[in-house]
Nanobody
Framework: VQLQASGGGLVQAGGSLRLSCAVS????????MGWFRQAPGKERDFVAA????????YYADSVKGRFTISRDNAKNTVYLQMNSLKPEDTAVYYC???????????????WGQGTQVTVSS
């Protein structure tokens, strides 16, 4: 399974970005999909996860109400809509695929290369 994240960039605080994660190699509907982020000098943090069918979603408290994860299994793509961005959201964002639903990065077997999100104040 290969994951390709895209959509990062530079945005002012309060702005929005939409990240995409294209899944190839196997159909994305086989996997729970998640987004994680890592800021310089910090550990990789969970952001959001979505079940295979999309009927279960889980967010980190820090992004709840601002970020929305979704998936289009017909397009083998997962999205992360990020609104009301804050400088502390600045990080490299990674998409990942797992068999088990949840926010523990150790359960994610496949990872994309990451896309940089920078939020200026």
């Amino acid at each position: 399974v290969q994951l390709q994240a895209s959509g990062g960039g530079l945005v002012q605080a309060g702005g929005s970005l939409r990240l995409s994660c294209a899944v190839s190699g196997r159909t994305s509907s086989r996997y729970v999909m998640g987004w994680f982020r890592q800021a310089p000098g910090k550990e990789r943090d969970f952001v959001a996860a979505i079940s295979r069918s999309g009927d279960s979603i889980y967010y980190a408290d820090s992004v709840k109400g601002r970020f929305t994860i979704s998936r289009d299994n017909a397009k083998n793509t997962v999205y992360l809509q990020m609104n009301s961005l804050k400088p502390e959201d600045t990080a490299v964002y990674y998409c990942a695929a797992a068999i088990v639903f949840g926010g523990d990065y150790r359960n994610y077997d496949y990872w994309g290369q990451g896309t940089q999100v920078t939020v200026s104040s």
